[in-house]
């Protein structure tokens, strides 16, 4: 919870560079025409209560006024819609605009108020951050040396590297599965159940063309009918002899 929630005197560390501050209820309707409202909200660590917008703001003038007013104040510097303003805090000597003394500034990324580092800041992490790795280096190389009477110092880097390889082998652990048994199941599952709900429509099957018979494949046709026909063979009827008729003496 933010100090200004409890009613208590926002306070700054040491180094102001490791805060931020931010306010949800503002992120989504953050613009250009209230960034500085939310800047000077009272739990923002990074505002101070003493300055110049604060009284504008409490005696509700137009915020022109601070170009005639002396002291410290904040004004917006830079804005990148919609998730970048930069925001100056600086001290007015007098209306001219070469009579301004700029002492911090700060950014808002995505709703999130941090302190721009100074760049005596900047070179002093670097110079840090060099020296450290320096000193790792001769200490890893100071490691390497040995001493034996009949050869003086020499170098070894077989052991060294044999004695590493030995130990990542042992640092290492078996690659955990992306998803387990239960998981595979539980989604084919829910894909089924999905699947019942909405089955795919079926796409429409497009009718068969009529074969076009070719000139031969018409003869042969007609082969293989003419062939199916059997000849039909016309049996006469034979006739019976006529009988005799008895001769009359």
Known sequence: MMPGRLGLTPSISDNPLGLSWHDSTWIPILNTSNVMDYFSD????????TCNNEIVKMQRLNPDQLQNM???EYVLLHVQEPILYVIRKQHRHGPQPNQITALADYYIIAGIVY????LASVLNSRLLSAVHHMQSSFEEASSFS???????????????????DKVKVKEEKPKEEASSLFQRKRVDMLLGELMKKFPLPIPPQPKPAPA???PKQENENGNNENKDVKPE????KIKPPPDKKPRLN
């Open 146 to 164: 040995r001493y034996h009477p009949s050869k003086g110092y020499f170098w070894d880097f077989k052991s060294q590297r044999n004695g590493n």
């Open 70 to 72: 002396t002291g410290l």
């Open 115 to 118: 302190q721009a580092p100074d």
């Open 212 to 214: 076009v018979a070719t």
């Open 42 to 49: 009272r739990s923002n660590p990074f505002f101070d209560r």
């Open 233 to 236: 063979v016309k049996q006469e």
